[in-house]
């Protein structure tokens, strides 16, 4: 997609991908695709509906989406703990204060409790948000099985110990995604997640210091030094901790693979992106990835579903919460 084109709602039906029954084999438990065809056939279109309507007004949503995605399966599984209130859950840790589209989640939730109560589990919501997320902004559109159950436990312990961090090694990538049964190739594929959404100044400050005239400088010789010089405008030390910057300084509400060609000019936000391209392991991947979009698309599909299938809950495991910030007990 050229820079500056305009992105449709949904993408067309030449570049839609859909992930069918040819993985139906490797999901887990006792998902399924069209889970709720007999008992909410509207289900996956009012979260799609819900999603267009909230990214209409507020453009940064699909990025919210797609992080809270990544941080609820990571912890638990794929079971919506990371919507739990209350004292001590996921929410409190400080590496997920930022994380946002929990209302979004919410008003769908409102929305088919009324309409099929009892029926369509907050995990669920949140993996169709997120993948229709991806849609919206112009990326490709998978079918995902349902049938994932509501966890009944959040507990913020549990939170470093399975999230990455933007300051990670490749080894320390490599080992969290492989206790999620993620491959390395995963890894490179999902980090293509960074071609839309925005960050805080602390996620990539530790790639600079402040001198001795009180100002900041690079130290990080991997980072692009004019993309350097633009990054400490954005967020000078003075910067207040609410400042956002764009995941992708070329096309930031756009999914789609200019996120691999910014790697390769060095233009990588996070440690966590650069390492990418310094890695043997993974730069032909990067390579590749930079070259055809399709290849990023079709990849991302299959990626994207082993993400979301991640420690599922099925059958009579877990609940399906009236309210996703609370279990039903």
């Not at 946002?100 to 009892?118: H, Q, T």
């Not at 080894?171 to 492989?178: K, Y």
């Amino acid at each position: 997609m050229e820079k500056g084109a305009t992105v449709f709602p949904f993408p067309t039906a030449v570049s839609c991908l859909f992930i069918v029954f040819i993985f139906a084999t490797s999901v887990s438990g006792s998902l399924l695709f069209n889970f709720y065809a007999a008992s909410c056939p509207t289900a996956e279109l009012i979260v799609r509906n819900t999603v267009t309507s909230s990214s209409s007004s507020d453009p940064s949503i699909p990025g919210k989406l797609l992080r809270l995605v990544f941080h609820d399966c990571f912890v638990e599984g794929c079971d919506a703990s990371l919507m739990l209130l209350g004292n001590n859950t996921e929410q409190s840790d400080p590496a997920n204060r930022s994380i946002g589209g929990f209302s979004v989640i919410e008003s769908a939730k409102r929305v088919l409790e009324f309409l099929c109560p009892g029926t369509v589990s907050c995990a669920d919501i949140i993996a169709l948000a997120a993948r229709d997320a991806v849609a919206l902004t112009g990326g490709p559109m998978i079918q995902i099985p349902t049938g994932r159950r509501d966890g009944m436990v959040s507990v913020a312990s549990n939170v470093r110990p399975n999230i990455l961090d933007t300051s990670f090694t490749m080894d320390e990538m490599i080992n969290r995604f492989s206790n999620k049964g993620l491959s390395l190739f995963d890894l490179v594929i999902l980090s293509g997640a960074h071609t839309i959404g925005t960050a805080h100044c602390s996620s990539f400050r530790d790639r600079f210091q402040q001198d001795s005239k009180g100002k900041l400088t690079l130290i990080d010789k991997t980072l692009d030094s004019s993309y350097a010089n633009e990054l400490m405008k954005e967020c000078p030390l003075s910067a207040s901790p609410s400042v956002l910057v764009n995941n992708d300084p070329e096309t930031s509400m756009v999914f789609d693979n200019q996120y691999y060609t910014n790697l390769l000019t060095n233009k990588g936000l996070f440690q966590s992106d650069s390492v990418l391209l310094s890695d043997n392991r993974t730069r032909k991947m990067v390579e590749d990835l930079a070259k055809d979009q399709q290849f990023f698309f079709e990849s991302w599909g299959q990626s994207f579903l082993k993400l979301t299938t991640i420690g599922v809950k099925t059958g009579d495991e877990g609940e399906i919460r009236s309210f996703c910030a609370s279990t039903n007990a």
